[in-house]
């Protein structure tokens, strides 16, 4: 019989989580989140510039773990490190539950999921003002923990220099995922499709990147290796932000 699951809602500042596991692992991720957004502080206050560039930036190899982890994932897709913070916090909180023995959990950090699956889940891919709603992934178990990570220029309060309504990646690397979503989402600009699919090649060519999604007004494009979509209902409510 599979464990029950239980769903925990998180706010600690920025921080807007939903946590979904079996019962005694659900503190273990809240503590870890709490743990690493404290390192990510501290390490800010030494080096306030992490926190507001917008490209690419070194940290020294004595930097806390988190915080070369978002450097690395923001080096390889060319934006800021704070474009991979709820990814990499995510993981990291997922992980934590992983190796107390959680075989089946995710975390949700404001869109950013990462996902530890020993069942099939369906993730809601949410469009805003876009036609193009109420899509989703069928996601099927896979080894590991992977990551499927969103931004918009449409849709929350992240900075975004695009138009995209959704900006949708997948990889096994979360905090790659989370960067490469708003590299997308600053790229997408307009419904042209020969740009989409010119943009989604690209940022498709980014190693660790195993497929992204685009969806700007009436246009839906894919790239790479996605889960298949299916029809269901998408309900704001149930986003964490």
């Not at 709490?34 to 004595?62: C, H, M, N, W």
């Amino acid at each position: 019989m599979a464990e029950a699951l239980f769903r925990k809602r998180l706010r600690i500042k920025e921080t807007a989580a939903t946590i979904v596991a079996a019962e005694p692992f659900l503190p273990l991720a809240e503590a870890d989140i709490r743990k690493q957004r404290g390192r990510l502080e501290d390490y800010i206050r030494r080096d306030p510039g992490f926190r507001t560039a917008l490209a690419p930036r070194s940290v020294p190899p004595e930097a806390p773990p988190i915080v070369r982890r978002m450097a690395r994932a923001a080096s390889r897709a060319g934006v800021g490190p704070m474009a991979a913070v709820a990814g990499a916090l995510a993981e990291s909180a997922l992980r934590a539950m992983a190796e107390a023995g959680a075989t089946h959990a995710l975390v949700d950090n404001g869109g950013d999921i990462a996902l530890l699956l020993e069942r099939p889940v369906t993730v809601g891919i949410f469009t805003g003002p876009s036609p193009v709603r109420d899509i989703a992934f069928r996601v099927e178990p896979r080894p590991g923990i992977f990551g499927i990570c969103a931004s918009s220029g449409t849709v929350g309060h992240s900075l975004s220099f695009g138009r995209a309504d959704a900006a949708v990646v997948l990889s096994a690397d979360v905090g790659l995922a989370d960067a490469v979503a708003t590299a997308l989402g600053n790229a997408v600009t307009d419904e042209d499709e020969t740009r989409l699919r010119e943009t989604l090649a690209a940022l498709g060519g980014i190693e660790g990147v195993e497929g992204l999604l685009a969806v700007v007004g009436k246009t839906l494009a894919v790239w790479g290796d996605l889960p298949p979509i299916v029809r269901t209902r998408v309900d704001p409510a149930r986003i964490s932000r």
